[in-house]
């Protein structure tokens, strides 16, 4: 009983008398039929890599080499020693473990138990129920819609991920982002020595609305031999849902006004691929000087804006400038 209790900490009932060493695919079937409204808000009762123990089997899937998981064909040296593909092919034919001649052995019996194995989605914690055999997995992963998203920051190359809650007050403390709440925005770029594109690579601004968080981001760059500005909107979470909102944009002075209207792209997207296919408010450099009026020295865009929700249902809010908030 002692060893039900450490094993699998999440298990409420371990009244079926699970055999311990039944512990993939039959514990996940079983959690699957039976607790489902028992542990229908708590993670359930799947085994965890890590829970598997130093001798588990998802253990000896590692390689021992770079410790990614290992896939077909999976090789060994004549002592039995096992790694993967990619390091077998950089270690100049030379076991890493044992340094005898590798030669040319697959591991059959390896890439079989691979085969029979069933794991949770690694994002388990995160929320994820999915369970996937070994070699579907981390084609999920690539795709779970509970992995984290990365800090959707441009112009740094901050390696922070996590979910929405986590990355807004990310931003707002760590890159010292302006935070605003409200679906309009009126915002003025002002740059002394437009020339210097490269210098005003980026801004970004968060607003809160519709209960959902947007990043507003405005930059200069280098198209071809012309530098461009840009300005457009990303949603703070999946794809599904940016397609809820729309948004516009606007700028424009001396009797001539640019409008775009788009839908946010998901901070999926990274920035640098919204900005490359230009899904967005691009203003030409001599427009935006002639927009900023006065003797063309200074850049001084003045972006307006909102954020409105797509009317799929009846419960849509209606969103009027300057009076939602
Ligand atoms: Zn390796
Ligand atoms: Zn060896
Ligand atoms: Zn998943
Ligand atoms: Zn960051």
């Given at each position: 009983m002692a060893a039900i209790e450490t094993e699998s900490i999440?298990?409420?009932?371990s009244l079926d008398g699970i055999?311990?060493?039944?512990?993939h695919s039959s514990v996940s079937s079983h959690v699957h039929n039976s607790h489902h409204t028992q542990f229908s808000s708590k993670p359930r009762n799947v085994l965890l890599a890590s829970e598997i123990?130093?001798?588990?089997v998802h253990e000896l899937l590692e390689c021992p080499v770079c410790t990614n998981s290992m896939y077909p064909p999976i090789h060994q040296c004549h002592n039995g020693h096992t790694l993967c593909s990619t390091c077998k092919s950089r270690v100049h034919n030379r076991c890493p473990t044992c340094r005898q001649e590798l030669g040319d052995i697959r591991c059959l019996a390896l890439e079989k138990v691979a085969e029979s194995l069933e794991l949770p989605c690694k994002y388990y914690s995160l929320g994820c129920p999915e369970i996937f055999p070994y070699y579907s997995k981390v084609k999920h992963e690539a795709l779970c819609n509970l992995r984290p998203y990365n800090c959707p920051y441009a112009g740094s190359e901050c390696v922070v991920t996590g979910d929405i809650p986590y990355l807004v007050s990310h931003l707002r403390d760590d890159h010292k982002v302006d935070m605003h709440t409200g679906c309009t925005f009126n915002h003025r770029y002002v740059k002394s020595n437009p020339r210097e594109v490269e210098n005003a690579t980026w801004m970004l601004t968060v607003f809160h609305c519709f209960g959902q968080y947007f990043c507003l981001h405005f930059e200069a760059f280098q198209l071809g031999m012309a530098p461009v500005y840009m300005a457009f909107l990303r949603f703070m979470g999946d794809e599904n849902e940016a397609r809820n909102f729309s948004y516009s944009l606007e700028v424009g002075a001396n009797g001539r006004k640019l409008v775009w209207e788009g839908t946010p792209r998901s901070i999926r997207d990274s920035h640098r691929k919204v900005r490359d296919s230009h899904d967005g408010l691009v203003i030409q450099r001599n427009m935006a000087l002639f927009f900023s009026g006065?003797?063309?020295k200074e850049l001084k865009l003045r972006v307006t804006g909102r954020i409105w929700k797509e009317q799929q249902n009846p419960e849509a809010v209606v969103c009027i400038p300057n009076l939602c908030s």
């Open positions: 999440e298990c409420v009932s055999e311990d060493e039944e512990i123990g130093p001798t588990g006065g003797d063309r």
